[in-house]
């Protein structure tokens, strides 16, 4: 909406009334509002990806005849809570992971159980990729967004917990997830690619740490429980380096994906 178009038009049509500035300033930020209610939302071409083309088209057809003379969201999109300007990871957690209540559970028990703080985090944090991003890939896209943040061994347990959930370690109290042959079937075997970084991971110095994700991970699926985020504030203070100008906006790799999280369905 253009404010001085806007003004003009109300000084004219209040020749007959006059409007008060503070009037005018009023009715403008209502209209304004109401322009944004009615913006065309967009979704994430996540969504789209195994729609048949022939249904995306007459949708396109049909979204388009309704659409006419409207414009197209960006910015703030006013179905999802504001976030602060500023954003901070607990913002994250508050105004677009919430619940999450898997992760706060997984973070709990390693609270629990009196892992190192560091160890915690990673918990807190595992999937992270699938709250903020994808499913498919999860560790992989949540260590990225959380890399340039945490500490080294924190991110690649973030990583590689997602290839070794697939394999035990008895020795630690690990078998595999009864769920896993329900969900995908008792002869489901791993991608190549999660066979050797499961491998690559055994081998490694931080293991334990990718392996207690996996460990806490199981036990993380309670509906009745719901730990406080409360419970991490000060981890989260001591171990994820918070940026001044607020995630999404310090300028490193993974800014973008921050912001992507703040507009999520900006049309470009
Ligand atoms: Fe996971
Ligand atoms: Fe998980």
Not at 64 to 83: A, T, V
């Amino acid at each position: 909406m253009d404010r001085r178009r806007f003004l003009t038009a109300g000084a004219a049509a209040g020749a007959g009334y006059a409007l008060s500035i503070s009037q005018q300033a009023e009715a403008l930020e209502e209209r304004m509002m109401q322009e944004l209610e009615e913006g065309v939302i967009v979704r994430s071409r996540f969504c789209q990806f195994g729609t048949p083309q022939a249904d995306i088209v007459a949708a396109r057809a049909e979204a388009s005849e309704r659409n006419q003379g409207r414009h197209f969201q960006m910015g703030h999109d006013p179905r999802l809570p504001r976030i602060p300007d500023k954003p901070t990871l607990i913002d994250f957690f508050k105004y677009r992971f919430a619940p999450a209540s898997h992760l706060l559970q997984s973070g709990a028990l390693a609270l629990k159980a009196g892992l190192d703080e560091e160890t915690v985090l990673a918990c807190l944090l595992h999937d992270i990729g699938v709250f903020a991003l994808s499913r498919s890939e999860h560790g992989y896209w949540g260590a990225a967004l959380i890399e340039p943040y945490v500490s080294e061994r924190v991110s690649w347990a973030v990583r590689y917990h997602q290839a070794l959930r697939f394999y035990p370690d008895l020795a630690s109290g690990y078998e595999y997830p009864e769920a896993y042959i329900r969900y995908f079937g008792a002869d489901y075997k791993p991608e190549p690619h999660i066979q050797k970084d499961a491998e690559y991971a055994q081998n490694h110095r931080w293991y334990m740490t990718a392996r207690q994700i996996c460990i806490n991970d199981i036990y993380s699926f309670d509906p009745d429980a719901n730990p406080s985020l409360e419970l991490f504030v000060d981890i989260i203070g001591r171990h994820f380096k918070q940026p001044e100008e607020g995630l999404g906006f310090d300028n490193t790799p993974v800014s973008h994906q921050w912001r992507t999280l703040i507009w999520p369905t900006n049309f470009l």
